[in-house]
């Protein structure tokens, strides 16, 4: 159980203070999110159509988690963003970091159960050309310091990069059996996944995906209704792949 876990009892009590009263465990529910990244499903539907055109693709990742939802002119949007804030040091930060850390160390378990431990991890970069370290990359790097790293980064020649397309990353070669790939957002999973397939392509066996946020946009009509039943503060013990206790 992780909430007999002494030593993430800090990590928790941090979660709870800063931000269980505006954060949202995400929602596993067949019929009614999508079961692969627990976005809003439309008439009842077992995938969102981002990962139905996708589910055929080998590169696909073989499993996906979320540890909470985020939008805009939200509170949680303005974490997922002001985390990555130059300043770095802000409560924003502090809270993502302690979501990764309760997500990964918290629910390790639950990351291995379907594939075995992972013996490798990664992070997606950004396409963006962002300068110097990603802070997400800095957290995971403190994070997974006991186990390797398969260094992932942005093709030189990479295009549209809010589409499904494996080539907009290099992955260096790898023999790794499980890769945990951790990201700081899921918006339509293009991203992700067109990472989890370049690992893949590049010897992966089987690859995790695990974000701090799965990001909701409420300007379709089925997500705002959906949003307005998330009322339930935030329990870190819920697991980020099946929103079951852990």
């Known amino acids: 159980m992780v909430a007999n876990n002494p030593a993430l009892a ?16 995400t929602v596993w ?6 079961t692969v990244c627990a976005g809003v499903t439309k008439d009842g539907w077992g995938t969102c159509w981002q990962c139905h055109e996708r589910s055929s693709h080998p590169g696909a990742a073989d499993r996906v988690g979320n540890i909470v939802y985020a939008w805009r002119d939200h509170q949680s949007g303005h974490m997922m963003h002001a985390y990555k804030s130059p ?5 924003s930060a502090d809270l993502v970091q302690a979501l990764l850390v309760y997500g990964v160390a918290g629910h390790w378990p639950c990351i291995a ?3 075995g431990t992972p013996d490798a991890w990664a992070v997606v970069p950004s396409l963006a050309g962002r300068a110097g370290q990603h802070p997400l990359s800095r957290m995971a790097t403190q994070l997974m310091v006991h186990y390797g790293q398969v260094a992932l980064r ?11 397309n494996p080539g907009n990353f290099d992955a260096e070669p790898t023999t790794a059996r499980h890769v945990l790939l951790l990201d ?7 991203h992700a996944q067109s990472a989890s397939a370049a690992l893949k392509a590049a ?4 690859v995790t995906i ?9 300007r379709f009509a089925d997500t705002s209704t959906f949003m307005s039943t998330l009322t339930a503060d935030l329990d870190p013990d819920l697991c980020p792949f099946t929103g079951l206790p852990c």
């Open 10 to 25: 800090p990590i928790r009590a941090a979660i709870t203070a800063g931000g269980s009263a505006f954060l949202r465990n």
């Open 29 to 34: 529910q067949p019929g009614r999110t999508c």
């Open 87 to 91: 300043a770095g040091a802000s409560a």
């Open 113 to 115: 159960q379907a594939f």
């Open 154 to 164: 942005a093709s030189p020649g990479a295009q549209q990069p809010r589409a499904f």
């Open 184 to 190: 700081d957002t899921w918006t339509s999973g293009s």
């Open 203 to 206: 010897g992966a066996g089987h």
């Open 210 to 218: 695990l974000t701090v946020a799965r990001w909701l946009d409420p």
